[in-house]
DNA sequence: AAAAATTAGTTCCACAAGGAATTGACTACC
DNA sequence: GGTAGTCAATTCCTTGTGGAACTAATTTTT
């Protein structure tokens, strides 16, 4: 299934001589290989030819989902990642406050204030701190900001349809189980790891690393 | 499988009256909720109660893996994650060039130049050009950059074996045959698109945002 | 064959990101 | 019950990022 791609096959095949060291590369003595089939042909052997293939792919996945969307809310909303991604939790579930946005999401705290601020300057969320607790501050939508997400939030939803549909309804559910499964894991091993925690980075992240 | 999670139902319902318009949250009256289970909360509805959950999904899996990957990388090696990029696809294909490294990954190329030329100056890589074409130069590792890929890859490996492990062998490869059978897709979409092409950004992007 | 358009790589520059220290609010310990 | 430790949010400041303009090499047009 994967193979249908001879062109890949013919640069692997000519590179298989020690041309690394010497830095003369047996590219260009015909000009049989026009850049796109070049730049194709790199791609295929990153997604495909990779010891570490399967990140690649969900990597290359996640790039060629987020980028269009995310460029086209900067065009049309005049909003960063960032600030959209708060929109977005608060939409989710309102009453989050920025730190939680930032442990779940991995962006570091600062970059969210930043971002909340911003927002409520524009008047698309609100502040609001309870006799409770007055360190930390619950956000919420404003109709504006609701409006926002509205707008976009078709979309986003139209564009994973769009990328999931060669896939038939039950290979969907297929993908979805199987990664669920993986990301479960994962849950489970953070609750694990903290009887013994150390770090002091996001406590949804690293873990594994270092 | 994906219910046994009673805190965020509870979440759920207790916000589910008009309080997004007041400002006025629900919480705090009590203090059942602690932080912890508030953030897990928040995750979990981020991942499993949202429109574009599947996208969600793999962007947290994406982040996920790297996050730790990289920081270890930048630990060990002093090296940011575009040039350990770089050193991963010379490592994968030897004689790539900047721009086509920068076109597929989709970092922009003055990043990646200054990548590159970092690289160079700390002996990692060499270029090279050819007289039929002295615009680009063809990048190669040295055996200093072999090296630091051959002592980041197994981590790289282990990591990825590590987060597929909950999933057997079948279950992998049903993953991603799937996971290829979307990628395709957007390959055949992209290839298809180039007959009508207008937009000037990165080749193997945008198409479908804006 | 000269002029216009395209492409690889670099440089410039404004701005944003993110680490580290800071403030203010709360909690735990002894 | 005072002091040390923790946590949410902000501010400071350095660095890196990435858009845009630029140079040099090559291709295409007419």
């Known amino acids: 299934m994967t193979d249908n791609y001879p ?3 013919a640069v692997a095949a000519s590179m298989a001589d020690g041309s690394a060291n010497t830095g003369i590369i047996p590219f260009g003595t015909g000009s049989e290989l026009l850049s796109r089939d070049r730049l194709d042909a790199f791609t295929h052997t990153r997604l495909w030819k990779n010891p570490c293939g399967f990140a690649a792919r969900f990597n290359y996945l996640a790039l060629r ?3 269009p969307l995310y460029s086209w809310v900067e065009q049309e909303f005049g909003l960063s990642r960032v600030e959209f991604v708060v929109i977005y939790s608060l939409a989710l579930m309102d009453g989050v406050t920025a730190s939680e946005i930032a442990s779940s999401t991995a962006f570091p705290k600062n970059t969210l204030s930043r971002a909340v601020n911003r927002l409520a300057k524009l008047g698309y969320i609100g502040r609001s701190t309870q006799a409770m607790d007055r360190r930390m501050q619950y956000l919420s ?5 609701q409006a926002i997400y ?3 939030l078709p979309r986003f939803v139209a564009f994973e349809q769009e990328m999931l549909a ?3 309804l039950v290979e969907q559910e297929t993908l979805n189980a199987l990664m669920a499964k993986v990301m479960l894991a994962m849950f489970a091993e953070d609750t694990k790891d903290d ?3 150390d770090h002091e980075r996001h ?3 690293v873990k594994h690393g270092a």
Do not use: K, R
Not at 141 to 145: A, C, N, S
């Open 7 to 9: 062109v890949e096959h």
């Open 65 to 67: 989902y987020n980028q």
């Open 141 to 145: 939508l404003t109709p504006f900001g």
């Open 150 to 152: 509205d707008a976009a």
């Open 166 to 168: 060669p896939l038939s």
């Open 195 to 197: 009887s013994e925690g």
């Open 203 to 205: 406590p949804a992240l």
